[in-house]
C-alpha cells in the first residue's frame, strides 16, 4: 500500500502563500517524479483556500488530492458559518478530515458528532480521515487504549469501510509540540487501531492507518518503518515544501 502523505495547513496563510506553497509542492514533485511510485499526496488548505489550490493543481497536473478540515454533519440550509461535505465534493475535495483534536478540543466536538459528520461526508462520495489519540495525563494513566478503542468505536459511521475511511492516530501531547511518539508507542498501538477496527470492519486489514505528531523529515523514515503505519497526518512540517516532500522522501 502507498503511504498517504497529507498535510494538515490549518488555520494558516493567505492566498498568496498558499499559492506559493502548492506551487512549490508541485515543483518538488515534477523534480522527483518517483514519489509517487510510494506516496499519495494530499493538502488540506483552510476552507477559504481550498479553490484556489484546486486550481492550481490542476493548472499544473500536479498529483496532489485535496481535502477539507472539517464539515458540517447536515446537508445543507441554516446552518450559518459551516461548510457542507456537498460543498467540499462538489469543488473537487476528495478527503475531509474529522474529529482532529484541536476540533474536540475548540468546538467540544464528541465522538458521536464526529460519526455523524462522517456519514454525512461518506454520502457525499469524500474519503474521511478519522482522527483518534489520547491526552497526555491519559496515558500518563495507563489509559490509552481505552481511550483511543472508545473514540474508534464511536465515532466510524456503519457506513466506514477501508475504501472511503483512514484513520490517523495522533497522540495529542505529540501534535505541535516537537515531542513525536517512540516507534514501539506507534507500533503498539496502529496494531491496536487495526484489531479494534476489526470488531466493525471486514476489511479493516486494508484501512489505512497514519500516525501523526510531530513527524518530520528526520524521524518519519523511523516511523514509516513500523508496521502498521501507512502514512502520516501532518501539521507544521506539511507547510514548508521542503519538509513536506522530505517526509516523503523518508519512505
Ligand atoms: C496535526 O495537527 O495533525 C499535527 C500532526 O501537527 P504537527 O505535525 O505540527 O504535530
Request: hydrophobic share 40%; net charge negative.
Amino acid at each position: 500500500m502507498k503511504k498517504l502523505i497529507a498535510g494538515n495547513w490549518k488555520m494558516n496563510g493567505t492566498q498568496a502563500s498558499a499559492m506559493d506553497l502548492i506551487s512549490a509542492i508541485g515543483i518538488g514533485l515534477d523534480e522527483n517524479p518517483s514519489l509517487t511510485d510510494t506516496c499519495d499526496f494530499l493538502v488540506c488548505p483552510p476552507a477559504l483556500h481550498l479553490t484556489i489550490v484546486k486550481d492550481a493543481i490542476e493548472g499544473t497536473n500536479a498529483p496532489v488530492s485535496i481535502g477539507g478540515q472539517d464539515c458540517s454533519a447536515n446537508d445543507n440550509g441554516a446552518h450559518t458559518g459551516d461548510v457542507s461535505s456537498d460543498m467540499l465534493a462538489d469543488i473537487g475535495c476528495e478527503y475531509v478530515i474529522l474529529g482532529h483534536s484541536e476540533r474536540r478540543a475548540d468546538h467540544e466536538e464528541t465522538s458521536a458528532y464526529i460519526s455523524e459528520k462522517a456519514g454525512r461526508a461518506l454520502i457525499s462520495g469524500l474519503k474521511v480521515i478519522i482522527c483518534v489519540g489520547e491526552q497526555e495525563e491519559e496515558r500518563e494513566e495507563g489509559r490509552e487504549f481505552d481511550v483511543v478503542a472508545k473514540q474508534l468505536r464511536e465515532s466510524l459511521p456503519n457506513s466506514a469501510s477501508a475504501a472511503n475511511t483512514v484513520i490517523a492516530y495522533e497522540p495529542v501531547w505529540a501534535i505541535g509540540t516537537g515531542k513525536a511518539a517512540t516507534t514501539d508507542d506507534v507500533a503498539a498501538m496502529h496494531s491496536f487501531i487495526r484489531k479494534t477496527l476489526q470488531e466493525k470492519l471486514a476489511d479493516a486489514g486494508d484501512i489505512r492507518i497514519l500516525y501523526g505528531g510531530s513527524v518530520k523529515p528526520d524521524n518519519a523514515g523511523d516511523l514509516f518503518k513500523v508496521e502498521n503505519v501507512d502514512g502520516a497526518l501532518i501539521g507544521g512540517a506539511s507547510l514548508k515544501a521542503d519538509q513536506y516532500l522530505g517526509i516523503a522522501k523518508a519512505v
